[in-house]
């Protein structure tokens, strides 16, 4: 039990995990929407990650799989709605870890413009790889101490934005637009993509029967405040569209807080601080979700899902390295081969799907197996779970209107998949 982790790790994984969204992404929102239209979709979002923050701790705490979503999905309806979760979860995370790679190498490349992103992204790879390798709570203790500094970082910017003095005009005009709220939907979706990570961990907590609760509220309790405040910092300080541009260059930069520091030329040294708090941001989430990708690969390796060796968990560290180093090959051709908006899309179509067959889950097993032994009950239960879908079904409905190819990326992806699926038989789970 020693080995496990406690409820600060616990919940700063959780954090970690996601943290990276205050510091980089989520202001591509705006470039596809103004303020209003963009806060039109925030709050629904929000309400959902709550709804579905909490039924799927109740999962965690009766189901305390590393699978998470597809553990869950296999005990409601069998293996193929498994897989087909499964899938949607590897989708969410591994794509999510070349777009944080890709944002840190942004920051870096800010300080050091003679070495090329996609260097630092590769580079970043094998550092944070490394991390992991060496065992589950040496990367949970750098994890904890990483993301108290991005949170101290995150305060700063918050203390600077109120002393500076937020303007009313930056958040005009007033109007909403649908269409464009819905184009910003994965945006806002990145504030909070990834909390289901803390599923995949809960084999590895202390006394989960308590603490999967007690981390997912306080995680998810942080981050919302934090969403809030970056983004009304952030366009109060400089305006909508100066949030999303750099000075001079006609592309959005998805680094939010460096774009606001330019606009409002701040001393070098300040916006000095602003970028090493970045960085810090961004490896927080990047070396969480490297983790739980691993531990997700792992445990669908280990029903049958993938070759039997990506199961195999280091008997010393805890780490699955096999799952690691293959998260970690693919995440490189990702960094080379695209760019970071196209990997947030895709990351929040994965998510989505995952939601929307978890909650169906969720639903399943309130109605098949009411003696489920559940140490914590959600009590919106099947309402809470049904906007939780509806919401996502809303959202990828807008993003196959903006976003076809991305759609058809995963269309082609999950045939693959599939394909593979069928045609190999499923070998017993470990």
């Known amino acids: 039990m020693s080995d496990r982790l406690n409820l600060a790790m616990f919940t700063a994984l959780g954090v970690g995990m996601v943290i990276s969204g205050n510091y980089f992404g989520w202001n ?19 309400v959902m990650y709550w709804f579905f923050s909490l039924a799927y701790a109740e999962l965690a705490c009766a189901i305390p799989k ?4 597809f553990e869950y999905a296999l005990k409601a309806f069998g293996p193929k709605a498994a897989f087909l979760c499964g899938f949607f979860q590897i989708v969410e995370f591994i794509l999510a870890a070349p777009a944080i790679a890709l944002g840190m190498s942004y920051y870096l ?10 260097a630092w992204a590769v580079s970043l790879y094998v550092l944070f790889s490394g991390i992991n390798v060496i065992g589950i709570r040496f ?3 750098v994890e904890l101490l990483v993301t108290l500094l991005a949170l101290l970082g995150l305060l700063f910017f918050y203390g600077y934005s109120f002393r500076e003095g937020i303007s009313v005009q930056n958040f005009q005009p007033l109007e909403v637009k649908p269409l464009e709220s819905l184009a910003s939907a994965p945006f806002i979706i990145w504030f909070f993509l990834a909390i289901e990570g803390l599923g995949n961990l809960a084999e590895d907590v202390q006394h989960p ?6 981390g997912f509220s306080l995680a998810l309790t942080i981050l919302s405040l934090c969403s809030l405040l970056t983004l009304t910092c952030a366009v109060g300080l400089a305006g909508n569209h100066e949030v ?4 001079g260059r006609t592309e959005p930069s998805d680094s939010p807080l460096l774009n606001v520091a330019a606009h409002r030329k701040v001393p070098s040294a300040l916006a000095g601080i602003f970028t090493v708090f970045g960085l810090i941001g961004l490896s927080a989430s990047f070396n969480g979700i490297l983790l739980a990708s691993a531990k997700l690969l792992c445990n669908f390796a280990g029903q049958g ?4 060796f990506l199961c195999r968990e280091h008997p010393q560290s805890g780490v699955p390295r096999a799952a690691l180093l293959v998260n970690s090959t693919i995440g490189l051709l990702c960094v080379i081969l695209a760019r970071s908006e196209d990997m947030i899309t895709l990351s929040a179509l994965g998510a989505l799907g995952l939601y929307i067959l978890s909650m169906t889950a969720f639903m399943g097993l309130r109605i098949k197996a009411p003696t489920l032994s559940r140490p914590f009950r959600f009590k919106g239960g099947i309402p809470a779970a049904v906007f939780v879908i509806m919401m996502s079904l809303i959202v990828v409905v807008g993003l196959a209107y903006h976003y076809r190819e991305h759609i058809f990326v995963i269309l082609l992806a999950g045939l693959a998949s599939g394909s593979a699926f069928y045609l190999y038989p499923r070998k017993n789970k470990k």
């Open 305 to 308: 899902f993938a070759p039997a």
């Open 28 to 46: 591509l929102g705006l470039e596809k929407a103004g303020f209003w239209s963009y806060v039109a979709m925030y709050v629904p979002v929000v």
């Open 139 to 141: 990367s949970a203790t």
């Open 66 to 69: 590393a699978g998470g979503g």
């Open 244 to 247: 999303v541009y750099f000075p």
């Open 109 to 118: 490349h800010h300080f050091f413009p003679f070495i090329s992103s996609t």
């Open 209 to 214: 029967e308590r603490n999967i609760l007690r």
